[in-house]
């Protein structure tokens, strides 16, 4: 392994790069997307609910290749043409999307009615008394669902190898190829995945017992 990392070590990089480029532009894309759709979900217009319910049950039962593959193949024939780099990037922020807009909407429901009800009473729209009272609350409620959709998301980047996508497996395979060091290959490419994601983990366990210790109001 230590041979793989040394003598490919400008290849992983740029593998890496391109993993961490995919996995930053689709964890904010599918936060805000799932955001929307879980707001969808419990909105109280009845056509929004059977947009975001169609959305979240389509994403969610359809494997994260099929969509990848779908803008990456079917795209570029009938609409733009697009790398691989965007249709893995399109398809991971529409597949992780649909996961957070289920664990956002369970936050949502999972807030005292009695909040919206307050702050409606108070003179809030629907919209102010969800944007600054409720969800706020959900947010902090989902940060341990929220931290693994995000630590899978990185580790789900991996499809972009399957796209063209130069994007570390990418790489991996290139080198797995030309070096016929299959295992050495791998540990090391698991190795670079482990030093992404935890970091990512430790911080959302840091967020959680730090928003945990502010009173239900902050």
Partial sequence: M??????????????????????????????????????????????????????????????????????????????????????????LTIYTSAFIAET????????????????????????????????PQAIKIVIPPLGNQFVNLVKNSSVLAFLAGFDLMYQANLIVSSTLKTTDTYLAVGLLYLLMTMPLSYLMRYLEKRWAKQPAND
């Fill in 104 to 135: 956002v909407r369970a936050g949502i429901e999972s807030v005292d009615i009695g909040q919206m009800e307050a702050a409606r009473s108070n003179g809030m729209t629907y919209l102010q008394a969800m944007g600054y009272i409720v969800l």
């Fill in 2 to 91: 230590i041979t793989i990392l040394t003598d490919h070590w400008a290849d992983l990089v740029a593998g890496l790069r391109i993993t961490l480029s995919a996995s930053l532009l689709a964890l904010l894309g599918s936060l805000i997307i799932g955001v929307i759709f879980a707001l969808f979900v419990i909105s109280p217009l009845k056509p929004l609910r059977v947009i975001g319910n169609i959305y979240v049950e389509i994403f969610r039962n359809i494997p994260l290749l099929v969509v990848a593959l779908f803008f990456y193949i079917v795209i570029p024939q009938f609409v733009v043409q697009i790398d691989g780099f965007t249709a893995g990037t399109i398809g």
